[in-house]
């Protein structure tokens, strides 16, 4: 079964907008992170947002923030006031606990791609 | 900025041969990973290393591969007789702690090609 799940392969917008990259996870551990990775079109992983499962606030890093929904588990990525410089793979993560184990799984990731 | 090497940045190799890709992780990093992401498919979890030994290894990681830390920095990947399928990009990346809220840090990968 898919631990992390982002159902959009692409997503198109408007440069200046906002744009909401959609991922749900799969656990039944109580404790777990999430991470979301940016991978330009040069390859590279780059490391954008953490959430840890207990934290009460939506996680903020400048101009991306995690929309956390516990019940829900899901955890999507906001970027606001997109640039042309965010079009890129975008790849949600989850490290957990189970198993003894905090290995980060990745979702399929979604293009994003910003529109002048 | 501190940040994950990764060299060569690109390998070419034939059928069978024998590769090495090598990474240097962040220094005061303890836990180290290799991850393959096959052209235009999600990013696949090969195998952890930690304390000197492999501390978790997927289904993919099977007797083909090995991984090494020769030394106090370098952290290599062996493939052995390559296959065409293992053309890919090939991730290192390390965390300074295996625990759930420690991000790891990824370096710029090795793009596999195998003819």
């Known amino acids: 079964a898919q631990k992390i799940t982002q159902t959009q392969p692409g997503m198109f917008v408007q440069e200046k907008e906002a744009v909401t990259l959609d991922c749900t996870y799969d656990?039944?551990?109580?404790?777990?992170?999430l991470f979301w990775y940016k991978q330009p079109s040069s390859g590279e992983m780059i490391f954008l947002i953490y959430?840890?499962?207990?934290?009460?606030q939506n996680a903020t890093e400048g101009r991306y923030s995690l929309n956390f929904q516990k019940a829900r588990k899901s955890a999507n990525l906001v970027i606001s006031a997109s640039q042309l410089g965010d079009s890129a793979m975008y790849f949600c993560?989850?490290?957990?606990?189970?198993?003894?184990?905090?290995?980060?799984?990745f979702g399929r990731g979604t293009s994003l791609i910003v529109h002048p | 900025e501190p940040e994950v090497t990764q060299t060569p940045s690109h390998q070419v190799t034939q059928m069978g041969q024998e590769v090495i890709l090598r990474c240097v992780p962040i220094?005061?990093?303890?836990?180290f990973y290799w991850y393959r992401q096959i052209l235009g498919q999600k990013v696949e979890f090969l195998v952890s290393?930690?304390?000197?030994?492999?501390?978790?290894k997927s289904e993919i990681f099977d007797d083909q591969f090995s991984v090494e830390r020769p030394d106090g920095s370098n952290f290599t990947l062996k493939i052995r007789s390559t296959k065409l399928e293992d053309s890919a990009m090939y991730f290192c990346a390390s965390s300074e702690w295996g625990i759930l809220g420690t991000e790891a840090f990824f370096g710029q990968g090795t793009r596999l090609t195998v003819v």
């Open positions: 959430q840890g499962s207990y934290d009460e």
């Open positions: 993560a989850m490290r957990e606990a189970s198993g003894g184990s905090y290995i980060p799984t």
């Open positions: 290393f930690y304390n000197n030994e492999i501390s978790e």
């Open positions: 220094s005061n990093h303890l836990y």
């Open positions: 656990t039944s551990d109580q404790s777990y992170g």
